[in-house]
């Protein structure tokens, strides 16, 4: 969307000079979005439940964002809602993207929880496929080990369906290195469609973890871009 939204920002220049000094050195972007199961890492944060989800951030040009979402969640510890703010700087040499990122994710329910986490990605779009791969740290654990700190290391795989431009095989792996506990995998593979600022996928997910939280299913949902 950033993509699209600069160059009409270019053809707008290009179109009418006059007006240059009317353009802003940054844009506002996000979603709201509905999925049957809120999946994070592979576990299951929503009870297996649909939930919503809406995300928005302030991106400057150069390279620095600002931002926070909200969901609506069921967590075994009596959460509701889940809420998270962020900050990072994003720039791009040698035909890579590199994001680094400071976030502060929060759950609210029977009382409030905060589990701040750094993020490290790479990127590059080779044209036959996009690859992104990075590691999170979070010091003061997350909602599913709050008394375990964790280092996440993750790669997600994005293809185009070939003859089919709307179509994209989206697939991820993560592995999570969580302190005295035991270190779980998650994996995931499906199908994005996007039309006109909306996007629909379908995913199935699945973890190393025993039990309900990680047992893998099929994930259909749809987010609106703005």
């Known amino acids: 969307m950033k993509t699209i939204f600069s160059g009409l920002m270019a053809a707008a220049c290009f179109a009418a000079p006059a007006f240059a000094q009317d353009e802003k050195p940054y844009s506002i972007d996000g979603y ?16 297996r439940d649909p939930t919503v989800r809406g995300s928005v951030g302030l991106y400057h040009d150069s390279g620095f964002y600002v931002g926070g979402g909200l969901a609506a969640i069921s967590d075994s510890a009596g959460g509701d809602a889940q809420a998270n703010i962020f900050a990072g700087y994003n720039f791009e040499t040698g035909g890579f993207s590199y994001d680094f990122s400071v976030e502060l994710d929060s759950i609210h329910g029977s009382g409030s929880s905060f589990y701040p986490e750094i993020t490290g990605t790479i990127s590059r779009d080779f044209g036959l496929a996009y690859i992104r791969t990075g590691v999170t740290y979070s010091p003061d654990g997350r909602w599913s080990t709050p008394d375990s700190n964790s280092l996440y290391l993750f790669t997600d795989l994005e293809v185009p369906v070939p003859n089919m431009p709307e179509l994209t095989i989206i697939s991820r792996l993560g592995y999570d290195m969580r302190e005295d506990r035991r270190n779980l995998w998650d994996y995931g593979i499906g199908l994005s469609a996007f039309i006109e600022s909306f996007e629909l996928s379908v995913m199935y997910e699945n973890s190393s973890l025993d039990g309900g939280l990680g047992k893998g299913a099929v994930i259909g949902g749809v987010k609106f871009y703005f």
Do not use: I, K
């Open 32 to 47: 709201v979005g509905v999925t049957t199961d809120y999946r994070d890492r592979g576990l299951s944060l929503s009870d």
